[in-house]
């Protein structure tokens, strides 16, 4: 009883030690006329924050992605940056952390990820001086209607087009077999993966002369970002039952899988892995020189950040709208450099990259009769 | 069913392995009276040495995995040392002083991280190889089994465990270190330094489950990022389902390791996919759950277990 006693204090202490460190949730700026100067000062010099999303900076995918376009605006124009990561993912504490980047001075907050999508309705009009950038999502107030403020910009990506590139390039090295896609969450962007990958060796397998399947078994969503266990065993798996290449578009879960995919092909058998938001070609490096990761299904997350930050420098800020990043303008797409692909499959990738630019080749962001 | 059973059962004992090596830590340490909520922490040391060794040390890969391994039991006694310091020397509260060490641990490795690398996530290149057994592996049934694609540290593991209960239960230090956790008094008036068996006994516990850390490194995640994923306070149930004994742990472990598995793989695998995954995910907690309640009048856990030792007190 005692000892209960003291774990549950131990708890309330802890609790009110996270609560206490956590800095004041800004006070609502008041609607009503502020103070008026007749003559404003000049506009203060661009600060870039950013929010992270689930993972941590350095995930090697859409924080890190998005934190590199920014550094790299931030060397290219002179700004100063700054990213703050939240204690948990809700819409509580995205606004806390916005708000304390508001309260630091920034004027212009990126944030990468879908999650964000209910904290920007908020924000965009808490801080209408504020410049918010959202990848991934639209603001709304939890009704999916989108209401993207003046001062907002929201960013979609064509991921279908991406996952075209990855399950054509991947059904033409292998030519034969299974292939499977390993999802993170189920939510829209993971889904156009997936949809655009199958639809990837679908036309090659039409058009290519390859004969490449994907059971229904194994295109998986795991359901977290996070279990690299998971992604570690659910590839052994399918490995194990004949696949030849994983899709993995799941954060840390694809962690795990190009994890167990660099044991094997250390112990000489022959898998593969489609990456995905970024080039992973050193992430799947298992000797020098030698890498698992086929090709990378890539988004162009850091692209959209410097694009956005260069318009807000140039006073181009396209607020109010939704932008899309398509393979039209170079928004998405696989690396430039794919070693571990032969120079006519490239030469193949970069000819549907062209027929999807001119539109003569049209990937369907629907679900259809695809697999989940 | 046998080929599903065969095909998942490598995978079930290398999930179960980082588990049971860190549950034996925190036995080691709860045996001689000092609570370790801290193991999770303490993985994460591991976790973050082997990386950082593994993967800057210049070593070829094949010894760099091992000497990653030694590095993290070795960062994880050295971590412990704080523990034992305010739990036996400062007599501080050992449930608090551990809630420290996981905060601490998280926090500090991810920061020297970024600090040594450049980035808070280090990947190894290599880890350790599966491989089959000779000889072995052609026993029919337990050869697949058991001696199919297992890993070095499956052996290293097991050994421990044995070695383990050896010493806990047949050596004279064994003995004093569980004095030490039932009576610290009598244990001491029988001439037992009960200070320095606890710092041994949480030195121990540091270095297994660094060396936890290590294994599910080396064989499971291929990536240093800060967290152990909840192993370490999975080790810490196991312990407790396990009623702090070596081979009720290995059960408790093995259990958890197997049901996870399980839990994991059904939806890559049609035959179990029509079970609802919210089942099998929820299931080694329920059955912990219930075990913990079913048990709770007969357990076994070591009397002093929690309580700084006072010797002025009777």
Redesign the interface.
């Known amino acids: 009883m005692k000892?209960l006693l003291?774990?549950m204090l131990?708890v309330t202490m802890?609790a009110a030690m996270l609560v206490g460190c956590a800095p004041k949730t800004p006070a609502p700026v008041d609607p009503g006329p502020g103070p008026t100067d007749p003559t404003p000062p000049p506009p203060p010099a661009l600060k870039v924050g950013m929010v992270t999303d689930a993972g941590?900076?350095?995930?090697?995918s859409f924080n890190q992605g998005t934190w590199e376009g920014i550094l790299k605006a931030a060397a290219d124009f002179g700004l100063e940056t700054r990213y703050l990561q939240p204690g948990g993912e809700t819409t509580s504490f995205y606004l806390t952390e916005i708000g304390n980047l508001v309260d630091a001075g920034f004027n212009m907050i990126i944030c990468p990820g879908f999650k964000f999508e209910e904290a920007i309705f908020e924000a965009q009009t808490l801080y209408p001086n504020t410049k918010f950038v959202i990848l991934d999502g639209y603001p709304h107030s939890g009704d999916w209607a989108p209401a993207v403020g003046d001062n907002t910009v929201s960013i979609f990506f064509t991921e279908h087009e991406a996952g075209f590139l990855g399950g054509a390039a991947a059904a033409m090295h292998l030519k034969t077999g299974d292939v499977?896609f390993i999802g993170g969450m189920e939510i829209p962007a993971v889904q156009l993966f997936n949809w655009g990958f199958q639809q990837g060796v679908a036309y090659a397998n039409a058009n290519l002369g390859t004969s490449v399947t994907i059971k229904p078994?194994?295109v998986?969503y795991?359901?977290t970002f996070?279990?690299?266990?998971?992604g570690?065993?659910?590839a052994?798996?399918?490995y194990?039952?004949g696949v030849k290449a994983i899709f993995a578009a799941a954060g840390?879960v694809g962690?795990?899988v190009?994890?167990e995919a660099?044991?094997r092909a250390?112990?000489g058998q022959e898998v593969w892995v489609v990456g995905v938001d970024v080039d992973q070609y050193s992430?799947g490096?298992?000797?020098t020189g030698k890498s698992i990761i086929l090709t990378s299904a890539m988004k162009g997350i850091g692209v959209a950040a410097y694009d956005m930050i260069a318009d807000a420098l140039a006073d181009t800020f396209p607020g109010g709208e939704i932008l899309t990043f398509s393979a039209e303008n170079f928004g998405v797409g696989i690396p430039a450099e794919n070693p571990n692909l032969d120079a006519a499959i490239s030469a193949k990738v970069n000819e549907l990259f062209e027929m999807m630019r001119d539109g003569t080749l049209v990937v369907s962001n629907e679900q259809g009769s695809l697999i989940k | 069913m046998w080929q599903l059973i065969v095909q998942i059962f490598p995978y079930a004992i290398a999930y179960t392995v980082p588990l049971l090596i860190t549950a034996l830590g925190g036995l080691y340490s709860e045996r001689s009276g000092v609570v370790n909520i801290g193991l999770e922490g303490l993985m994460v040391i591991g976790m973050f040495s082997g990386a950082y060794t593994i993967s800057r040390g210049g070593l070829p890969p094949g010894s760099a995995v091992w000497v990653g391994l030694l590095a993290a039991a070795v960062a994880g006694a050295a971590f412990s040392v704080l523990h034992a310091f305010a739990c036996v020397t400062l007599n501080a509260n050992q449930v608090i002083s551990g809630i420290a060490i996981n905060m601490v641990a998280g926090a500090m490795t991810r920061f020297l991280a970024r600090n040594l690398t450049g980035s808070g996530n280090i990947q190894i290149m290599r880890g350790i190889q599966r491989t089959n057994i000779p000889l072995l592996s052609d026993i029919p049934i337990l050869g697949p089994l058991l001696f199919r694609q297992t890993y070095a540290t499956t052996w290293l593991a097991l050994g421990i465990l044995f070695l383990s209960a050896f010493v806990l239960f047949k050596t004279r230090y064994g003995l004093r270190l569980r004095a030490c956790g039932e009576h610290p008094h009598a244990a001491d008036a029988a001439g037992v330094n009960i200070y320095r068996m606890r710092y041994s006994a949480v030195l121990i516990s540091g270095a297994l489950a660094g060396l936890g850390g290590g294994i599910f490194l080396t064989t499971v995640s291929g990536e240093f990022s800060g967290t152990a994923g909840g192993l370490g306070f999975l080790a810490l149930a196991a312990l407790i389902f396990g009623q702090w004994r070596p081979f009720g742990i290995l059960g408790a472990t093995f259990f958890f390791g197997f049901a996870s598995t399980i839990a994991n793989v059904s939806q890559a695998i049609p035959e179990l996919a029509r079970i609802p995954g919210i089942v099998l995910k929820t299931f080694p907690f329920v059955v912990t759950l219930i075990a913990l309640v079913a048990f709770s009048r007969s357990s076994q856990a070591p009397k002093a277990a929690g309580e700084p030792y006072d010797k002025g007190k009777r």
């Open positions: 000892r003291l774990v131990v802890v941590t900076i350095d995930d090697k499977g078994e194994n998986i795991q359901g996070y279990d690299v266990a998971a570690q065993q659910l052994a798996t399918m194990d039952r840390g962690v795990g190009i994890n660099k044991a250390s112990a992430e490096e298992y000797a």
